[in-house]
């Protein structure tokens, strides 16, 4: 592992990620919960409440839980950007996105307006001051690279994500009636997808697969541009995709445009696992095998997303995409990287607390990081989430057959992450307790 570019004595307490990282798997067994009771009708439509409060149980629940608490952690020591207070900015973040995700939720559940107008007030709190607050330390930097590059985008993609949801929100929260919700709601997905999750994701994939899994770096001569020409790709789309849907142009020009950014997160995929077969360490790495699944995942979206794109007919379900990119690609590569980050964090602080102790009686050998998270932990989860990805899969095909399957295997495969990493944190506890 090199760390030789880390400003590791800029990083923020160690609850300031973990609470996040902490958090995200519960919203996942919640997930599976309601993908248990309602599965059989979630696949059938993409508009019911019900996959309205599935989806977003798992994009802010899980996914964007885990990137609030990764961004918080990454962005002192890579860039050296610390967040002010960062303590006070971690819990109020937290509890705002924790409540409102489930007022949300609950309100899509149960039709209530006072939930949607609660969840209206502490979403908009979490999302817009997270993005205030990251974009007043990302404006400060004086220094660019295409890590950086790619954070300000995804905050950028994430702030048009979370204005369009927001006044989605109203026509549930208020019965405002807004021009174009079907338009405004294919905007709110494709930014959240593309510019958030995946900008991001990639980003992150410039530091941590070189760093964690012993890479070549990504080729200097794609990096600064690759992430910037998808995003400006985005925007081109975005007006002619609006103008294409009121029919005043042909949808070709948009579709193409759409067909280029698969590319371009295709070649991500490739570049990626075209690195991990030059890894400089032949030790088997159970992340190794997140990241390649998740790589392969984004390849077979994409695929389907041309076809369905450029098809004159339906061959498969616009579901099986999403599924694919969220459950297969996004999930994958998150577990990947919790799997090393949180047993790094929690090393870092054992190491940074041993050097602060003065009395050499008090000297307690400190766990290394595969003791933090034994790979045998990791396998075994990662094998009960392939089994759950693939009826999840098969559940998109045949919900009445395969759905409650699905839940509960991928509610076993929450479990075991859930406790993978509390108890990553009951052994920091105890070491620490043992120091003192």
Known sequence: MNTAFLALDQTPPLSVPLRFFLTAPLFGLLA???LYTEGSYIFMNRWTPNTLALTHLVTLGFITMVMFGALQQLLPILVIAPLPRPMLVSTTIHILLTLGTLSLVGGFLTGSTGMMRTALVLLGGAFLGFISILGYCL???KAQNPIITAIRLSVISLFVTAV???ALGLIFGYHIVLPFPT????????WGLIGWIGLLLIGIAYQVVPMFQITPHYPPAVTPWFIPLIFMSLIIWTPLYMLSELHKISVIIPQILLGLIGLGFSVF????????AQRLRSVPDITLNYWRLGMVCLLLSVILWVISLFSPVKIFSPILVVVLFLAGFAFSVIQGMLYKIVPFLIWLHLQNQQLEIINPVKIVKTPNMKQIIPDKLARRQFW???SALGLLIG??????????AASIVFFCSFLLLTYNLYQAVWLYQSVTHQMQ
């Open 32 to 34: 599976c919960v309601l």
């Open 139 to 141: 404006i400060r930097l």
């Open 164 to 166: 369009i949801g927001l």
């Open 183 to 190: 338009i405004l709601t294919d905007l709110h997905l494709t």
């Open 269 to 276: 995929a490739i570049m990626t696992l075209k690195l991990q």
């Open 384 to 386: 009960v989430y392939c």
């Open 395 to 404: 559940a998109v095909q045949w919900p009445f057959i395969l759905s409650q």
